[in-house]
């Protein structure tokens, strides 16, 4: 009998177990979301030494923020051959993050130092600083706020001026809060937000959290040099004007120009 039992328990718990997983299925097939693939347009140098934390693309130049004690910079970079035309080391005591250009001022997070540093966009010099209560992940301009990662699934809006939280949504797909999100960028009313140690973008609705689609850049990795074994995909950079979107990596020897491709679900 208590054998019996232990079977009927047993297999109640594995049917139990079924169901979970099949709700999990379903519910993710009924919250399915485009999915992209990509193509490249072009391709550029990119120092294989920059541990890329920040990237942006402003008046037809990089600008680059790099981690690691004693590697982090801030650089203004020529997108063709990787010139880098201005650039300025940050002290061994912090590890550079995310980065992004307000005005005339360019805003570099600093990963667990509770720091962020401003300087005047033109000649690099320090303009201020400002206090940070998380930890610094990635930056974006939405045209009002700036947008922070901070390694959870929290996306904040801060008050350029203040760098004072206004609000923030938590990034959910399928039910699921989504961590790990790393190098941002505000492109055409979206988020896009790279999950760190994957292959894969999101495209975030700012105002709900929510995931409108996902970029899988998967084998991109493979058409470069890795300079580490932490050589994962970090960097998007839109340009505006051009409608251009390149994307890097961390310890990547390339910078590429892609196009995205809609990717068929079938049976979806
Ligand atoms: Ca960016």
Redo the contacts with the bound molecule.
């Keep these: 009998m208590g054998e019996n039992l232990t079977i009927r328990l047993r297999r109640s718990r594995t049917l139990l177990f079924l169901l979970m997983c099949c709700a999990s299925f379903l519910l993710q097939a009924q919250e399915q979301v485009p999915r992209y693939g990509y193509k490249v347009i072009n391709t550029y140098p990119h120092n294989i030494n920059s541990f890329t934390q920040?990237?942006?693309y402003h008046e037809g130049f990089l600008f680059e923020g790099t981690g690691k004690n004693g590697q982090s910079s801030l650089s203004k970079i020529n997108l063709d051959d990787g010139e880098v035309l201005m650039s300025k080391n940050l002290s061994q005591r912090y590890f550079g993050e995310?980065i992004e250009i307000v005005g005339e001022k360019i805003y570099q997070l600093t990963w667990q130092s509770h720091l962020v540093f401003v300087y005047d966009k033109s000649s690099f010099d320090s303009v201020g600083s400002h206090y940070n209560a998380t930890e610094g992940w990635?930056l974006?301009y939405d045209g009002e706020h700036l947008i922070l990662s901070d390694g959870t699934a929290t996306l904040q809006f801060m008050d350029p001026e203040t760098f004072a939280p206004q609000r923030s949504v938590q990034v959910e797909y399928a039910g699921n809060a989504i961590s790990q999100l790393n190098?941002?960028?505000y492109i055409n009313g979206e988020v896009w937000a790279n999950v760190w140690q994957t292959d894969y973008i999101l495209r975030i609705d700012p105002a709900t959290g929510g995931v409108n689609s996902i970029i899988d850049l998967s084998g991109l990795s493979e058409q470069t040099q890795l300079g580490s074994s932490e050589a994962v995909l970090n960097?998007?950079?839109w340009d505006a004007e051009g409608k251009r979107l390149f994307v890097t990596g961390k310890h990547w020897a390339h910078l590429f120009e892609i196009e995205l491709l809609e990717i068929e679900l079938a049976g979806l």
Aim: hydrophobic content about 50%; overall charge negative; glycine content about 34%.
């Design positions: 920040g990237l942006l995310g990635g974006a190098e941002l960028e960097g998007i950079a």
